[in-house]
């Protein structure tokens, strides 16, 4: 069952019908555009001096404003960090019922915090690693220059490593990540001027993003040990055997670790592999930023759901839990707020399993 409705609404109708669930598992808004409460919501034709930088390109901040982090209003707000919102998630679950639910490293503790103040125990943080991510740092030596109103000498030309495709989803998705903001394939490589310039050679802002925290929560058990409470409900523990990891040797698989990975290096070979999602797993129109692979959203669907259980998801987005749940026989639901992503995710959890019932 899916749900095109707000999440906050939908789950307490659900808990006043008496629903219950096995688990969730969910990716809810990292609200990493706060910017916009900094500056507020503004338009690129406004005739103030936010709109200026926005339409001048002049810094992050400003770019973020006319539009939230990637074009992305949704977000914004605070709903994830919230405890009310995991307290509905909380009503619904089973006792001993997980739930596990992405964030960025940035504010992952206000949402691991909400989670906890609902009732929830945090058990564990599990790491999704990849390394794709895009640089936002700032250049300080660039800066003290401009600032000093003094123009760099080009020295050099650099490839831009992400644009190699030369795809026009590409150079969009680039351009809102990376602090050059450019769809070039190449850009200058400048010295650096003034004395303050030179000194400050090499400095930035921010690391590179190159890994997802998890959540890992438990709703108390409710019958005194663990044991007790999976005979009765089915929930509390997690399903170790089936989230093996296969063996290079060929032997019994690895018991699964709290960490996930896109790299397919030796090193990691103990760790669950996933690689980041291809463009035919995506779909021609999934418009949506931070879709997560198939297989990585199995292996965190299978560690916390019994057999026969049914999966929430109360931020559905484009539809990966759900198609992760349907694929392997769980029942779910989801709840989606934006009517676009919610056709997207008819349409990709139909492609899985034909589902038995849609909500408007």
């Given at each position: 069952?899916?749900?095109?409705?707000?999440?906050?609404?939908?789950?307490?109708?659900?808990?006043?019908?008496?629903?219950?669930?096995?688990?969730?598992?969910?990716?809810?808004?990292?609200?990493?555009?706060?910017?916009?409460?900094?500056?507020?919501?503004?338009?690129?034709?406004?005739?103030?001096?936010?709109?200026?930088?926005?339409?001048?390109?002049?810094?992050?901040?400003?770019?973020?404003?006319?539009?939230?982090?990637?074009?992305?209003?949704?977000?914004?707000?605070?709903?994830?960090?919230?405890?009310?919102?995991?307290?509905?998630?909380?009503?619904?679950?089973?006792p001993g019922g997980h739930i596990l639910s992405f964030s960025a490293s940035r504010n992952y503790h206000r949402m691991a915090v909400a989670i906890e103040d609902a009732g929830f125990e945090i058990r564990d943080q599990m790491m999704w690693l990849y390394g794709s991510g895009f640089p936002k740092s700032h250049n300080i030596s660039k800066a003290l220059d401009k600032s000093a109103g003094v123009e760099r000498e080009v020295v050099g030309k650099r490839e831009h490593p992400t644009l190699k495709d030369k795809t026009k989803?590409?150079?969009?998705?680039?351009?809102?990540?990376?602090?050059?903001?450019?769809?070039?394939?190449?850009?200058?490589?400048?010295?650096?001027?003034?004395?303050?310039?030179?000194?400050?050679?090499?400095?930035?802002?921010?690391?590179?993003?190159?890994?997802?925290?998890?959540?890992?929560?438990?709703?108390?058990?409710?019958?005194?040990?663990?044991?007790?409470?999976?005979?009765?409900?089915?929930?509390?523990?997690?399903?170790?055997?089936?989230?093996?990891?296969?063996?290079?040797?060929?032997?019994?698989?690895?018991?699964?670790?709290?960490?996930?990975?896109?790299?397919?290096?030796?090193?990691?070979?103990?760790?669950?592999?996933?690689?980041?999602?291809?463009?035919?797993?995506?779909?021609?129109?999934?418009?949506?930023?931070?879709?997560?692979?198939?297989?990585?959203?199995?292996?965190?669907?299978?560690?916390?759901?019994?057999?026969?259980?049914?999966?929430?998801?109360?931020?559905?987005?484009?539809?990966?839990?759900?198609?992760?749940?349907?694929?392997?026989?769980?029942?779910?639901?989801?709840?989606?707020?934006?009517?676009?992503?919610?056709?997207?995710?008819?349409?990709?959890?139909?492609?899985?399993?034909?589902?038995?019932?849609?909500?408007?």
């Open positions: 069952m899916i749900i095109n409705g707000d999440c906050i609404e939908e789950m307490q109708k659900l808990i006043d019908q008496g629903v219950q669930v096995d688990s969730v598992v969910t990716d809810p808004p990292y609200h990493l555009q706060s910017i916009v409460d900094r500056f507020a919501k503004t338009s690129l034709s406004d005739n103030t001096k936010t709109s200026e930088r926005a339409r001048g390109r002049s810094d992050g901040y400003a770019r973020m404003s006319a539009g939230g982090f990637m074009g992305q209003e949704w977000d914004g707000g605070d709903i994830a960090f919230r405890a009310e919102t995991w307290r509905l998630a909380w009503e619904l679950l089973k989803t590409v150079r969009q998705s680039s351009t809102q990540y990376h602090a050059d903001n450019t769809t070039k394939d190449e850009w200058d490589i400048t010295a650096p001027a003034t004395d303050e310039a030179k000194q400050w050679e090499g400095w930035g802002t921010a690391l590179k993003p190159a890994h997802e925290p998890i959540a890992v929560g438990r709703k108390p058990i409710s019958e005194g040990t663990v044991a007790k409470n999976v005979l009765k409900y089915g929930t509390g523990a997690i399903n170790i055997d089936d989230s093996r990891i296969k063996s290079v040797e060929g032997v019994e698989g690895r018991f699964p670790a709290n960490i996930m990975h896109d790299g397919l290096q030796q090193d990691w070979s103990r760790f669950f592999y996933c690689p980041k999602i291809s463009k035919k797993e995506r779909g021609e129109k999934n418009k949506h930023p931070t879709v997560k692979p198939q297989e990585l959203m199995k292996y965190l669907v299978r560690l916390v759901t019994p057999k026969g259980g049914t999966v929430l998801d109360p931020f559905m987005g484009s539809g990966s839990t759900g198609m992760a749940a349907k694929d392997l026989g769980f029942d779910f639901i989801g709840i989606e707020k934006s009517e676009d992503y919610f056709k997207i995710c008819q349409e990709r959890i139909e492609q899985i399993n034909p589902l038995r019932e849609f909500l408007d």
